[in-house]
């Protein structure tokens, strides 16, 4: 085996380097104890303890660690995975982490706007279902969904208590059908006013968007969502397949 040679290039990019990984040791749960000394770690990543210090500095400043003098370092919050590989609501995909409620802020029948009628197959003036709800993981605002529903299945939900259900599993009890699939678009924006207030963050935290239009198993559309993520609390991950060129 070659012998491990240090990474090169200025001291700002092994900084940034070594913080990607230690970014995703500490998401695996590397380090429950705490980060091993800046000498280990720079042994250990064949770098200075100045670039050791830096690559913390970057985690810190992230919010990812906290660091003191006789304290050591150690992670300040953990990440939770949300998976894009399967059509799963929050109390689905979190049943093992914790108790998901809502608090809902809005259900009402509404005129649906001109795009959300076209992508629900509504008519021009026809109304949606509209429900937003801030979502909790125990105590932690974690989300906030803007959710547009089909009228005839929308009414049915508002009718079912919506503080501890998932959406997807009350449309497929009132509409006796299966979800089939869901195009998705997913980016980050950072948090207005009134968005930073509600999750708790500050102004212009990052935050992940996520957009998403789900589908019966017959291919009908009936659930466009908008949902902002706490970027600093939730990590996507999924699986892909390369596809022939």
């Known amino acids: 085996m ?59 400043n992230e919010g990812l ?3 003191g003098p006789r304290v050591g370092t150690h992670v300040a919050q953990r990440k939770y995975e949300h998976g894009l590989n399967t059509l799963l609501g929050l109390k689905e995909t979190f049943k093992n982490q914790g108790e998901v409620r809502n608090e809902i802020r809005a259900g009402m029948l509404v005129a649906a706007p001109p795009s959300v009628a076209r992508r629900l197959r509504l008519r021009a003036g026809e109304h949606a279902v509209f429900i937003e709800r801030l979502r909790y993981l125990g ?55 009134h968005s930073a207030a509600t999750l708790q963050v500050p102004d212009g935290a990052p935050l992940l968007m996520l957009e998403r239009l ?6 009908r559309p009936v659930d466009l969502e908008y949902i902002r993520m706490r970027g600093d609390r939730i990590t996507m991950r999924g699986s892909l397949i390369r596809s022939k060129p």
Do not use: C, M
Not at 157 to 181: C, M, T, W, Y
Not at 214 to 219: E, N, Q, R, V, Y
């Open 65 to 67: 660690i906290d660091r």
């Open 2 to 60: 070659a012998e491990a040679v240090p990474i090169q290039g200025a001291r700002a990019d092994r900084a940034r380097r070594t913080a990607d990984v230690l970014r995703q040791q500490i998401h695996a749960g590397a380090y429950a104890d705490g980060l091993p000394a800046e000498n280990v770690l720079a042994a250990e990543f064949l770098v200075s303890r100045n670039t050791i210090r830096e690559a913390l500095a970057v985690l810190k």
């Open 139 to 193: 105590n932690l605002p974690l989300s906030l969904d803007l959710t547009y529903l089909v009228p005839d299945i929308g009414t049915q939900i508002l009718g079912h208590p919506l503080e501890d259900n998932d959406l997807f599993a009350l449309i497929e009890r009132v509409s006796g059908q299966k979800l089939g699939s869901a195009s998705l678009a997913l980016e980050a924006i950072p948090a207005d006013a």
């Open 214 to 219: 789900t589908s019966l198993d017959d291919g």
